[in-house]
C-alpha cells in the first residue's frame, strides 16, 4: 500500500497504489475504495480537502481467497488546504510626496514572484508586470501588487496610491537603521502638529535600543520603545533605528501597544525559554483581548511555547461598548473571553 506522497490540494486527484506484496503470486484482483470521515464511499481518488480512510477488495486468486473491507489504521492520508503567499507590502507607504519617489514591494513569502499595475487594474501573472526592481513614481499613482507561488495559493491584492504635490504643507519623514533591522514610520509625510508613529523591529540576534534624531527639531514621546510616536515639526524630519546585538543564546521578545496605550518593555529570553506573560496594559473605553503574532490580531501567541527567534506581540482591544454587546448576545464566547484573559 502506497498513500499518495503530494497531499497538498491542488484540484487533483490523490490516488494510492496497492499491489501485491514482492514475491507474492497468485493472489486476484485488488480495488482500492476510499472513504471520507462520515465514512461516506467515494466514486473514485478524492480531489478535495479533507481525511480519508482506504479500504480494498481482493478477488479470489490461484492461492489466495477473496476478501472484502481490507484495511489498516494507517490506510489514511488527509488533503490540506494550500499555504498562502504573504500580502506583498509597499515601502514607502503611500501617501502624498513633494518629490518623486522611488518605490519598492517586498514579500515575506521566500522565492515567491510579484506583479504589478499602475492602471488600477487587478493584478495577476497574466495581468501585470513582474516586480524586478523599484519603481519610479514622479507623479500621482496606484500601485496594485499581487505574489505568487507554484504550489501556493495566490496573496490578497495590495494597494498603494502616492500623490506627488510640490506644493504641499506636508514634511517628509525619513527613517533610517544601522543595518540590524528595519524601521517606519506611518505616515511618511506630514503637516506639523501631526502624530507620526515608528515602529522599529530587529533582526534575528539583535534586539532594539533607541530612536536618535538625525535632523528636525522632534522629540520621542519614548525613544528608548520601538513602537512610539512624536508630534511632526514644520520642516523635514530624518530619524534613525539603532540595534544592539543579543547576548549568546538570546532572542528578543517585543510587545507593540498596537494604537492604544503603553507597550510593556521588550524581554531578552534565553533561547528555547518561554517569555513571562507581561502585566496587561489598560486604555480607558477599551478592553484588552491578549498578545496576537500580528498586527491584525489573527494568532493568539501561546506563551508556553518556547522562543526560538526575535518576535513582536500586538495588542488586540476590543470597544468596551462592543464587547458588552457581545457578551449579551454570545455569553459562551464571553465565558472563554474571561477565562482566558
Known sequence: MT???DTIYDGNSKAVTAEAASGVTGMGTITVK?????????????????????????????SY??????????????ISEP??????????????????????????????EIYFTTDKSTPSKENGTK??????????????????KEGMTNSEVASATYTINPSSNDHNITVKNDGNGSATATPTSATAGTT???EATPNSGYHFKEWQVESGNINFDDKNSSTTTFAMVDSDVSIKAVFEKNPPGTYTVTFNANGHGEAPDAQTVISGEKAEY??????????????????????????TSPVTGNITLYAKWDDDQSIYGFRGACPSIMKRFMEEY
Open 83 to 112: 499555504g498562502k503567499v504573504s500580502t506583498p507590502t509597499f515601502s514607502p507607504v503611500e501617501g502624498t510626496y513633494k518629490a518623486s519617489k522611488d518605490v519598492t514591494i517586498s514579500c515575506e513569502t521566500d522565492e515567491a
Open 3 to 5: 498513500l499518495p506522497s
Open 131 to 148: 516586480y524586478a526592481s523599484a519603481i519610479t513614481v514622479t507623479d500621482t499613482t496606484t500601485i496594485r501588487a499581487i505574489a505568487v
Open 278 to 303: 507581561p502585566e496587561k496594559p489598560t486604555v480607558e473605553g477599551y478592553i484588552f483581548g491578549g498578545w496576537y503574532t500580528e498586527k491584525e490580531c489573527n494568532t493568539l501567541y501561546d506563551f
Open 196 to 198: 507620526v508613529e515608528i
Open 34 to 62: 476510499y472513504y471520507d470521515s462520515e465514512n461516506n464511499k467515494l466514486t473514485g481518488a478524492p480531489t478535495e480537502i479533507g481525511t480519508y480512510k482506504v479500504k480494498i477488495d481482493v478477488t479470489e486468486g490461484d
Open 65 to 78: 481467497t477473496a476478501a472484502t473491507d481490507v484495511t489498516d489504521d494507517t490506510w489514511t492520508f488527509t
